[in-house]
């Protein structure tokens, strides 16, 4: 009982570039998320309101975000607090997503608050943000797994989720951050999401680390999701998550739905013309299977 479509949130502008040392010049960062967009991805982040200080590659955040917007498409720009979402309203980008993780020990190590205080800081933001008409999306981190604490409660999970929504927001984007849950916990937390939330729009967010992503990703859909978090070319990871390898490759993933018969939209061939772009700025190889195809010819 698999859908006939999915949406694929195409985040290797942000999660996918963030944790590259060298700065990948703006302009090609342009270019990639132009011709990522040419490929056929309607919903994509672009980029991140964070300190520069912390992650110098979000540094040209408000450029990206005044140049890349599209009205035809999803333009989705995060936030981590309320100096963030400040920023943000400076532009005409018209979705935000904030972040949290789970885990109070690696909330601090990213966003050097409790989970308590990022939560009481976002309420009130994500509410004013639901009165200005934006849509608001919340990812939750080290919702498995956390590279300090182990592993996560589903309870623990469920509750922070409830948060959100009870705030406001429209979409929760659920993450394996570091890669490690099995696909029976990915059916089980995705299974009782969607029986919590049936007004919430909700996304898979897997990262690699362990090659598990894809069964993951099997997992979550035949828990009834429709919604994933994948990365061009594999690109990601978080630079306070020591372990969080890439995310799930946009084009292993759209290649497995395709051959399942679930339409994704996205043109493999101009999927690949757009991580060609940004190849010469990065300082890993790209090693999806599909990708390594298209190398080869
Ligand atoms: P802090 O040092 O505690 O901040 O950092 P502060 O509140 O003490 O302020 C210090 C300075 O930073 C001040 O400037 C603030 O204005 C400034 P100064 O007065 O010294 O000139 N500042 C900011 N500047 C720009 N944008 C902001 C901002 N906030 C404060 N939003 C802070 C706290 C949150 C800023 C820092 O910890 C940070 O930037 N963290 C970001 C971490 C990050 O980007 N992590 C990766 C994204 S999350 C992720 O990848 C997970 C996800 O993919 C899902 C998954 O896979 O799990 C979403
Ligand atoms: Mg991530």
Not at 33 to 56: D, H, N, Y
Not at 60 to 83: G, Q, S
Not at 138 to 162: Q, V
Request: proline letters at 5%; aromatic letters at 8%.
């Amino acid at each position: 009982n698999l859908p006939k479509k999915v949406t694929i949130i195409e985040v290797g502008p942000r999660d996918g570039l963030q944790n590259e040392k060298l700065l990948v010049p703006t302009e090609i960062k342009k270019q990639f998320i132009s011709s990522l967009r040419s490929a056929g991805l309607q919903e994509m982040e672009l980029t991140s309101f964070v300190s520069p200080k912390w992650v110098p590659q979000m540094g040209d955040a408000a450029e990206i975000t005044t140049d890349c917007l599209d009205d035809k498409t999803r333009n989705i720009v995060l936030a981590p607090n309320r100096r963030g979402v400040d920023r943000i309203f400076s532009t005409d980008c018209q979705a935000v997503a904030v972040f949290v993780g789970v885990s109070n020990s690696f909330n601090l190590k990213n966003i050097n608050k409790s989970t308590g205080d990022s939560l009481a800081e976002l309420k009130p933001v994500i509410r004013e943000l639901k009165l200005n008409n934006y849509f608001v999306r919340a990812c939750i981190s080290t919702a498995f797994y956390c590279p300090y604490e182990g592993k996560i409660s589903p309870k623990d999970t469920l509750e922070l989720c409830h948060e959100f929504v009870h705030a406001g927001v429209d979409e929760l984007s659920v993450a394996d951050t570091i890669g490690m849950a099995a696909p029976n916990e990915s059916y089980s937390l995705f299974s009782q999401l969607k029986a919590e939330f049936p007004q919430t729009l909700l996304t898979a967010h897997f990262h690699d680390t362990r090659k598990l992503a894809l069964a993951n990703i099997l997992a979550a859909l035949q828990a009834g999701i429709d919604r994933f978090d994948t990365s061009a070319g594999g690109l990601g990871g978080c630079p306070f998550a020591p372990g969080a390898a890439g995310n799930a490759a946009t084009e292993d993933v759209v290649y497995m739905l395709e051959r399942m018969g679930i339409a994704t939209g996205v043109d493999l061939d101009k999927l690949m013309a757009a991580i060609d772009v940004v190849i010469p700025y990065l300082s890993r190889k790209i090693e999806t299977g599909y990708y390594r195809l298209h190398a080869q010819t």
